[in-house]
């Protein structure tokens, strides 16, 4: 498996839900490129249970299993990852996992942490939200121009928040190398074929970065 793979969609788990591993099943099928394991509750066993699972089924299909900002979890199930907010420490995670671990920032509307992440070694950096977020309602909106302003930074670029097959080209052309998704793809009657139309968008459009 490459560090990191190619430009695409950026699959974001939903939190519990029954059959998770027949819906990340689809998505990768459809073609996700990464996979984020989001969970936010405390049922240590549970999540220990899915995330063995997911790690499985990624490799299957050779894609990075990113835990969402618990780097303890990622490091005890041995993810490939681990995604943090811009309040934690790249530094103290790197430590923690490694050089080869990737390690996301969200950067929320701020060029500024975009900056300090990438001096802290992170290996990717989001922005957002771009768009009215069912999942985080209250995320600061981000302005399109930061996906342009950080490609100086020379890390991939992970948009989020509102994303959907219709509304993604234009933050793609305007240089985001991963298009984060959640309620649209995992909340999708049909998530392999909204996955599908994900991809397609990155086989359409050039994604220049200026």
Same mark, same amino acid.
């Given at each position: 498996?490459?560090?990191?793979?190619?430009?695409?969609?950026?699959? !974001?788990?939903?939190?519990?839900?029954?059959?998770?591993?027949?819906?990340?099943?689809?998505?990768?099928?459809?073609?996700?490129?990464?996979?984020?394991?989001?969970?936010?509750?405390?049922?240590?066993?549970? #999540?220990?249970?899915?995330?063995?699972?997911?790690?499985?089924?990624?490799?299957?299909?050779?894609?990075?299993?990113? !835990?969402?900002?618990?780097?303890?979890?990622?490091?005890?199930?041995?993810?490939?990852?681990?995604? =943090?907010?811009?309040?934690?420490?790249?530094?103290?995670? #790197?430590?923690?996992?490694?050089?080869?671990?990737? +390690? &996301?920032?969200?950067?929320?509307?701020?060029?500024?942490?975009?900056?300090?992440?990438?001096?802290?070694?992170?290996?990717?950096?989001?922005?957002?939200?771009?768009?009215?977020?069912?999942?985080?309602?209250?995320?600061?909106?981000?302005?399109?121009?930061?996906?342009?302003?950080?490609?100086?930074? &020379?890390?991939?670029?992970?948009?989020?928040?509102? +994303?959907?097959?219709?509304?993604?080209?234009? =933050?793609?052309?305007?240089?985001?190398?991963?298009?984060?998704? +959640?309620?649209? =793809?995992?909340?999708?009657?049909?998530?392999?074929?909204?996955?599908?139309?994900?991809? #397609?968008?990155?086989?359409?459009?050039? &994604?220049?970065?200026?």
């Amino acid at each position: 498996m490459k560090p990191f793979p190619d430009r695409g969609l950026y699959a !974001i788990t939903d939190g519990p839900r029954l059959d998770l591993l027949a819906a990340v099943a689809q998505a990768l099928t459809g073609g996700a490129r990464l996979l984020q394991y989001r969970d936010e509750s405390t049922d240590t066993a549970r #999540r220990e249970s899915e995330v063995a699972a997911l790690k499985q089924l990624c490799e299957t299909y050779a894609v990075p299993l990113i !835990i969402d900002q618990d780097v303890a979890l990622a490091v005890r199930m041995r993810a490939n990852g681990v995604h =943090l907010t811009a309040e934690d420490s790249v530094r103290d995670a #790197r430590a923690m996992f490694g050089p080869a671990a990737i +390690i &996301g920032v969200a950067c929320r509307d701020s060029l500024d942490l975009a900056k300090t992440a990438a001096r802290e070694g992170a290996s990717y950096i989001s922005f957002g939200a771009f768009f009215h977020s069912p999942t985080k309602p209250m995320a600061p909106r981000a302005s399109i121009d930061l996906l342009r302003q950080s490609a100086a930074l &020379g890390l991939p670029r992970v948009a989020i928040g509102g +994303i959907t097959p219709d509304n993604g080209s234009s =933050l793609i052309d305007a240089g985001a190398d991963y298009l984060a998704a +959640i309620s649209s =793809l995992f909340g999708a009657a049909d998530v392999e074929a909204t996955a599908r139309h994900f991809a #397609r968008l990155y086989s359409t459009s050039p &994604g220049t970065s200026a």
